[in-house]
């Protein structure tokens, strides 16, 4: 049997996630976002009484990398082998498709991007996203170690293209946010997003 991507991840359930943890604690309108021919979009417009307040992307990333080889091979074949370790370029993947849908909508970044990662990957979390972006592992002293500076410089400039990012776990053992990152790309996109979060934002947010 076929396993279809959309049976790994269920997209709407995961947007339901976001509405639960993220939209609903702090009091704000997401308005869905209906697909075009144009091309990809953002899943939400973020709603206020002035109007569009921001946009919101959820993605979801998974590694099917093994679970495609599968799919593909003949029956009774040996699947796998040697690679570098995916979640670094699986997270910046979603990262990139997320700039170009908020570019889409918000070219000359007028209105806040917030990026919303659902991993159902138990041997990932928050501290993956923050290595991602920086391309440093940071110790518990503080000090920090250079792991993953090529993918890091990869994004290079996209990274600030979203203004705050948002890790959700949701996993057989967690279904919690994992934690914020705001970039301060734009201090006016900060100083709404705070005033607008203010219900579920720790006082003080992860800074790339």
């Not at 959820?58 to 099917?64: E, F």
């Not at 138990?122 to 290595?131: I, N, P, Q, Y």
Request: charged share 30%; hydrophobic share 35%.
């Amino acid at each position: 049997m076929v396993i279809m991507m959309t049976d790994r991840t269920n997209e709407e359930r995961d947007l339901a996630l976001v509405e639960e943890l993220v939209a609903i604690p702090a009091g704000i309108l997401l308005e869905r976002i209906e697909a075009t021919p144009e091309g990809p979009r953002p899943d939400f417009r973020i709603q206020s009484r002035g109007g569009v307040a921001g946009f919101c992307e959820v993605k979801s990333p998974r590694d099917d990398w093994l679970d495609e080889q599968l799919e593909q091979a003949p029956p009774n074949t040996i699947v796998g082998g040697g690679r570098a370790d995916p979640t670094f370029n699986r997270v910046a993947r979603n990262i990139e498709k997320a700039v170009k849908q908020f570019d889409a909508v918000n070219p000359d970044h007028d209105v806040p991007n917030v990026l919303v990662i659902v991993n159902h990957d138990a041997d990932s979390g928050f501290d993956d996203l923050c290595e991602t972006l920086t391309g440093e592992l940071r110790a518990d002293t503080g000090e920090a170690h250079p792991t993953n500076l090529r993918v890091a410089t990869r994004l290079g400039d996209k990274r600030q293209r979203i203004d705050l990012y948002c890790w959700i776990d949701n996993d057989q053992d967690r279904r919690d946010i994992g934690g914020w990152l705001m970039t301060d790309s734009v201090p006016e996109h900060t100083a709404a997003l705070r005033t607008m979060l203010v219900n579920v934002l720790p006082r003080k947010s992860s800074a790339t």
